[in-house]
């Protein structure tokens, strides 16, 4: 279960964003310090997973959400092509405990997995 997290004020509006996309269950906006030329998070609205493990057992469908609207958002803001980054875990580097992706696109071709 999801702490009260910055995306759970995000989700609320407490929290300002520029969102990008929104749906009947998600919402993207930019990273606040961007790894690439393009970098989008896409969360669920719901604050109920802390990771994409516990998303996927318990709402597939939201997942799969997620993945087409990080389709549209890297069609819209680079040729298409994006890597979706899910970190699962502090010692993975997740420091934000309410489910998201990383949309990262645009200049990646010399790019490593990290
Ligand atoms: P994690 O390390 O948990 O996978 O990723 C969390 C991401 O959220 C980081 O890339 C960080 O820059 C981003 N982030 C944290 N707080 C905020 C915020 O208040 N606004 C935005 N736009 N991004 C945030």
């Known amino acids: 279960m999801a702490a009260d997290t910055v995306f759970g004020k995000i989700v609320s509006g407490e929290i300002p964003v520029e969102l990008l996309a929104e749906t009947e269950r998600v919402i993207a906006f930019p990273d606040m310090h961007p790894q690439a030329?393009?970098?989008?998070?896409?969360?669920?609205?719901?604050?109920?997973?802390?990771?994409?493990?516990?998303?996927?057992?318990?709402?597939?469908?939201?997942?799969?959400?997620?993945?087409?609207?990080?389709?549209?958002?890297?069609?819209?803001?680079?040729?298409?092509?994006?890597?979706?980054?899910?970190?699962?875990?502090?010692?993975a580097g997740q420091t934000v405990f309410h489910v998201h992706a990383h949309v990262l696109a645009g200049g990646l071709e010399e790019g490593s997995l990290g």
């Open 37 to 91: 030329p393009v970098h989008i998070l896409v969360i669920p609205k719901t604050t109920a997973y802390d990771n994409v493990v516990e998303l996927a057992a318990a709402e597939p469908e939201t997942l799969a959400e997620m993945v087409a609207v990080a389709k549209q958002l890297a069609s819209e803001h680079a040729n298409g092509e994006f890597r979706l980054v899910f970190n699962n875990g502090a010692s």
